[in-house]
């Protein structure tokens, strides 16, 4: 008897569950696109770009969007080299949807490679605004709407189920709120190192492997 009513209510559990795998993604195409937003900016590109946004935003959706940037720009700030001139360290141009998307699913790829953290995602997003960055500066203002769909896949494909699993969005609030913009960055750097070893690495040139990994087959691709 049981298991014919979980055999039958299994359908609606599962399209319930796909229902909050798609808000998961959906809300990570809009803290991608602020965090874009914000970076243009703070970085003085110009676009000409429109976007559609939702009417109502919640203070839980505004808060954690400017923890993402906070945090983000911590990033930025901590390891320039990493986030600036992409484009320019894959020895690639941003000239279609094809090439964006081969970055950006590698990036993603080995980014996760040995796991999921909060500051990893948050990552994604940065690299996502340094991927877009070029798109502008190259002329090809148009494919950070793409940048935003492989964002909201991939996001859709790989990370929602562990979002949901950590309690949704709302969980990034928690596990950053002892960064606030009255520590000093050496703080932050002490509490990165503690919390983020996958950043460490990144210092000592693991991040540097993986855009070699990346520009590697993105040469393929061209050369196919």
């Given at each position: ?76 700030t ?41 500051g ?71 509490w ?17 492997s993986?855009?070699?990994?990346i ?10």
């Amino acid at each position: 008897m049981l298991k014919s009513v979980t055999k039958k209510l299994k359908p609606f559990i599962e399209a319930k569950l796909n229902e909050e795998y798609v808000c998961i993604a959906n809300d990570a195409n809009l803290y991608c696109l602020d965090y874009i937003e914000e970076r243009l900016k703070r970085c003085n590109i110009e676009s000409d770009l429109e976007f559609i946004r939702p009417k109502d935003v919640s203070e839980n959706t505004v808060s954690i969007s400017a923890k993402i940037i906070e945090v983000g720009e911590l990033l930025e700030t901590s390891y320039p080299h990493l986030y600036n001139n992409v484009s320019k360290q894959l020895k690639v141009k941003m000239r279609s949807e094809v090439i964006v998307g081969d970055i950006f699913r590698n990036f993603g790829r080995e980014l996760f490679r040995e796991g999921v953290t909060w500051g990893r995602i948050i990552s994604l997003f940065v690299f996502a605004a340094a991927i877009s960055a070029d798109c502008i500066t190259q002329g090809r203002p148009e494919l950070v709407k793409t940048v935003l769909s492989c964002v909201r896949l991939y996001v859709l494909d790989h990370l929602a189920v562990w979002i949901r699993s950590q309690g949704g969005w709302i969980d990034i609030s928690e596990k950053f709120k002892c960064i606030e913009k009255r520590y000093s960055m050496a703080y932050f750097l002490r509490w990165f190192e503690y919390n983020r070893q996958w950043l460490v690495n990144a210092a000592t040139g693991r991040m540097y492997s993986l855009l070699y990994a990346i520009s590697e087959c993105i040469g393929l691709i061209n050369g196919g």
